[in-house]
């Protein structure tokens, strides 16, 4: 599993309040990933980084923000959580060889 | 357009019985790679089995094969051997490797196996 973890597992907070979601990984991965898992929508690409300080967006990263400041943390930030954010995320980097993509045990967030 | 698309939402199967879960995807990309993941209701995303799209054979792991047909565009997942604990949701994924190393998915399909 490439020792992703992410932090915290649930959370529940109220409309309107900023939240950071963080995912660590200890496998010097250049590629990282944060999705949300909503039903009927599989897993959508939120924002990827290839590097430190190098990221880009995925399909649904209105009202998202991210940062790498270290290879090993790549952090998800909610600047202002709305309802439509209550999801379950999850964490990925990409290992060296082609099939490897491994996830994190994701995060619940509701969003009250 | 979809990226990936797996039209079975839900699908039954016999114990010991062979299953077939379908996916096709779309991509411009000449170099690629697909992926199936099982996620079983703890949550978890367990990567089953990949395949490059310069791979002249289907990928096969364990029970798991890839039913990989290229100018069709699709890779679908044939489960051998179905067991109880086989039921979960299954994702379909594509990678492209050129346009950016984004990773799509699909919308799964929910594999019940039957005693």
């Known amino acids: 599993d490439a020792g992703i973890t992410q932090s915290p597992r649930h959370k529940v907070t109220e409309t309107g309040t900023p939240v950071t979601l963080r995912c660590h990984q200890t496998?010097?991965?250049?590629?990282m990933y944060w999705y949300r898992q909503d039903p009927g929508h599989g897993l959508r690409l939120i924002h990827y980084s290839y590097g430190v300080k190098d990221t880009d967006k995925g399909e649904v990263s209105d009202g998202y923000s991210v940062s790498r400041s270290k290879t090993e943390d790549f952090l998800l930030t909610l600047e202002s959580a709305t309802s439509s954010q209550t999801s379950v995320y999850f964490c990925a980097a990409r290992g060296t060889a082609a099939y490897e993509q491994y996830f994190g045990p994701g995060t619940r967030l509701t969003v009250t | 357009a979809q990226k990936i698309t797996q039209t079975q939402p839900g699908m039954f199967v016999q114990e010991k019985e062979a299953v077939t879960l379908d996916c096709t995807y779309d991509t411009s990309d000449p170099s690629y790679g697909l992926f199936w993941y099982k996620q079983p209701s703890s949550g978890e995303m367990i990567f089953l089995i990949y395949q490059g799209s310069y791979d002249q054979q289907n990928a096969t792991e364990g029970r798991y094969s890839l039913n990989f047909q290229k100018a069709r565009k699709s890779a679908n997942l044939v489960i051998s051997a179905s067991q109880l604990g086989d039921s979960a949701m299954y994702f379909c994924?594509?990678?492209?490797?050129?346009?950016?190393?984004?990773?799509?998915f699909g919308t799964g399909t929910s594999l019940t196996v039957i005693p």
């Open positions: 994924a594509m990678r492209e490797e050129i346009t950016g190393n984004q990773f799509y």
């Open positions: 496998e010097n991965h250049r590629y």
